[in-house]
């Protein structure tokens, strides 16, 4: 599966690359990316929902009205929640989402879905590049040079590099990620990866 490579301009170097059939050439396994984008996004809540049941309400608990007598129902707390401003009933707790799930099944799901993104031909090999400061102007025409302006697009790098990311982070639709932080959601949100020519041998390592 070989791909051409561009500069940070959008024109051709000339080179092509051979992308591993074992990671982006895979038969894709749904089921694993499911698990894989479903933990993801568990384990981003922070889980700090919370309402007052009747025993946190503040007020009185004294009896409301006699017992019997009234034609009514009887009531013993003003905090009953069949009363407007009462407790709530089985309401939400703290609780950790987390879940853990194995690291081989993590990067089956991770190439399955950069095998989707390759068989749909939404990868893009650049060559490294760096920006002398951040200017989101220059990432902007770093994205225009390719046509993906206005695209969910994905850049992925083999290192953190701190001009890339803040000339980016001004950009609803542009995400940059370093290799080692590369998720099966955050692929498969994107409309079109963009993959350094040196973070593909990193690729290869973390999911080989």
Do not use: W
Not at 47 to 68: D, F, L, N, P, Y
Not at 86 to 93: A, T
Not at 98 to 114: D, G, T, V
Not at 146 to 171: A, M
């Amino acid at each position: 599966m070989e791909f051409k490579i561009f500069d940070k301009t959008g024109k051709e170097t000339g080179e092509t690359v051979t992308l591993s059939e074992a990671i982006f050439g895979i038969e894709p396994n749904d089921h694993a990316i499911y698990l894989d984008v479903k933990q993801y996004q568990a384990n981003q809540r922070q889980g700090t929902h919370k309402t007052k049941e009747r025993a946190e309400i503040s007020g009185s608990t004294r009896k409301i009205k006699r017992q019997k007598g009234t034609g009514t129902a009887r009531a013993g707390s003003i905090k009953s929640p069949v009363f407007r401003g009462g407790g709530r009933v089985f309401g939400p707790r703290p609780r950790d989402y987390h879940f853990k799930l194995n690291k081989k099944l993590k990067r089956l799901a991770r190439k399955s879905a950069l095998s989707y993104k390759a068989k749909d031909a939404c990868i893009t090999i650049v060559d490294d590049f760096m920006l002398d400061s951040p200017k989101t102007k220059e990432f902007i025409s770093f994205l225009q040079g390719f046509s993906f302006d206005g695209k969910k697009t994905l850049l992925i790098t083999n290192q953190n590099d701190p001009n890339i990311y803040l000339s980016s982070r001004n950009l609803q639709k542009a995400r940059v990620l370093p290799t080692s932080e590369l998720s099966t959601f955050e692929i498969l949100h994107a409309d079109q990866l963009i993959i350094t020519k040196s973070s593909l041998d990193t690729i290869e390592i973390l999911l080989q």
